[in-house]
C-alpha cells in the first residue's frame, strides 16, 4: 500500500470545512496575541491568513475588527496613506526574503532584470514576469503588469515602487487563492494605482471591500489564452485529459479513485492524458499511484512537453478535469475551452471564475461526486458549445479590452489623461505581447525601468 505523503495529508485535511475553520480561528487567535504584544504588522498578516481560511461568509464578526485594523494601518477601509508609509512593505524590505529576490535577479542582465526574467535565455528582450502595456509619455501614464503571487512580492523588493507609480499603472495577475495576503496589500497607497484581476467572485469581493487604491476587475491568468493557438478536431484519442503539475495539491489521487470507480461500477476503462511536470512530486510517485489503482493499461503520462504539444493533446480529448480545489486561475481549463472540450471541475473551487463552467462549457462536482460527473460530460458531450462560449466572452483580445475599459475609468475618475490604450498581451503560458512586433517598439521603455531597480 502506498503511504500518504505529508503534502497530501495537509492537503487532503485543508480541503475539509472543519480543518479550515480551525485553521482561521488558530490564526486570528495568533493575530490578537500578536497585538497584545504590540506586534501589529505581524498581527495584521496572521489576521490576513484567518481570514484567508475562514472565506468570506465563515469570517463573521472578525471581519470588522480585522478592517479597524486595516484601516489602522493606513492600507484602506477609510485611511489610506501614501505607499512609501504601507508598514507592510516596509516590514518586507527588512526581511530575509526580500533579499533573497534582490539576489536573484542581480545575477542576470538588467535587460532581464527589468523585465523580470531570473534566467538569461533565448531573446532576453522577450518579457519575464513583468511585461510594459502602454508606454508613458508626457502626463499620461504607462501602464505595468506583473504576472505570479511571488513575482507581485518580488517587486515590491526589486523596484522603487513609489517613485515608479509616478510614471505608471500597475495591474497585478495573481496565482493563487484567497487574496487576504500581504503581497498584494503591499501595494496598497495613496499615491499608487493598482488593478488586481480577481476572477474568483469572493476575491474580488475582499478586494473591493477594502476601499483602497486596489481596483478588482473580473479576469485572471486564464482569461488570456491565445485562441489562435488552439483547434478542435472530430478524431479523439483520449476521454480524459489533465494538465497540472506532480503535486499533491492537484488531487491525482480523486481522479485515479473516480477511473477506479467507472470500472468496477460501469464496466468502464477510459483513456486518459496526463500532461504535467515535476512539483513537489516527480514523475515516479504518479506512475505508483497509477500502479496502486491498477491503471496502466489506460493512463498515459506526458512531461514537460513544449505549449503547441499539449494544445494538440486537448484537441484530442473528449473531456478536461480539474481535480485541484484550491489554486489560482488555471489556464489549462480555458486552453481546453478553446479546443472546443468541455471541462469537469469541483463546485466548491477556491480560486478560479465559476460561472465559467455552465451549461456550454461543462460540469461540475461535489463531494464524491467526479465519477459521476465524467460520465455526464462524456455521455452529453455534444450539448456543450465551450469554443463559442470561450469566444464570445473570454481569451486576449476580450480580456486586453474589459483590461482596457478599466484603466480608462480608473485613469478618468483621477483626473489623468487617457489617450492610447494598452497593447494586447497573452499567456502562451508566460507572459508573450500578441504581436512581436511589441518587442521592439517596447525596448527604449523597457532601458527606462532600469531608474527604478532598487540596490539593497
Known sequence: MMPISKGELRESLGARPDVQRLLGRFYFLLARWDRLRDRRNVALRHALESWRWLGNEAIGARRDEIRDWIRDA??????????????????????????????????????????????NVGDPRLPGNLILLKEPQGEEKGVVLIKYTTGIEAASALFDLPAMAERYVFVLEPSSWGYQDAAYLMYAGSDIDVIIQSPASEDFDFILDLQSNLYPVRIGAGDWVK????????????????????????????????????????????????????????????????????????????????????????????????????EGANKAMYESLFSDVPVVVYRHHRGINLE?????????????????????????????????????????????????????????????????????????????????????????????????????
Open 356 to 456: 465559467h463552467v455552465n451549461e456550454q462549457t461543462g460540469v461540475s462536482y461535489g463531494k464524491d461526486g467526479l465519477a459521476d460527473a465524467i460520465m455526464d460530460v462524456l455521455h452529453n458531450g455534444r450539448q456543450f458549445r465551450p469554443r463559442q462560449w470561450a469566444d464570445e466572452h473570454t481569451g486576449c483580445h476580450r480580456s486586453s479590452e474589459k483590461l482596457g475599459a478599466a484603466l480608462r475609468q480608473l485613469a478618468l475618475r483621477a483626473g489623468l489623461r487617457w489617450t492610447r490604450d494598452i497593447v494586447p498581451k497573452a499567456n502562451t503560458p508566460n507572459l508573450r505581447y500578441v504581436s512581436a512586433l511589441e518587442v521592439d517598439r517596447f525596448a527604449e521603455a523597457y532601458d527606462d525601468l532600469a531608474q527604478y531597480l532598487r540596490l539593497e
Open 74 to 119: 493606513g492600507l484602506g477601509c477609510g485611511d489610506l496613506r501614501p505607499l512609501a508609509q504601507n508598514p507592510l512593505r516596509r516590514d518586507f524590505l527588512q526581511t530575509e526574503q526580500a533579499r533573497i529576490w534582490l539576489e536573484r535577479l542581480r545575477s542576470v542582465p538588467v535587460t532581464c532584470r527589468v523585465r523580470m526574467r531570473r534566467y
Open 227 to 326: 485562441p489562435a493557438l488552439f483547434e478542435s478536431r472530430q478524431e479523439k484519442t483520449y476521454d480524459l485529459i489533465a494538465v497540472s503539475g506532480w503535486n499533491p495539491l492537484k488531487r491525482h489521487r480523486d481522479l485515479f479513485e473516480a477511473l477506479r470507480s467507472l470500472r468496477r461500477r460501469h464496466h468502464l476503462s477510459l483513456n486518459v492524458a496526463l500532461v504535467g511536470y515535476p512539483q513537489g512530486w516527480t514523475r515516479e510517485d504518479i506512475l505508483r499511484l497509477i500502479k496502486k489503482y491498477g491503471l496502466e493499461e489506460t493512463c498515459t503520462i506526458y512531461e514537460r512537453l513544449p505549449y503547441a504539444e499539449v494544445a494538440q493533446l486537448l484537441a484530442r480529448s473528449r473531456a478536461y478535469v480539474l481535480m485541484s480545489r484550491r
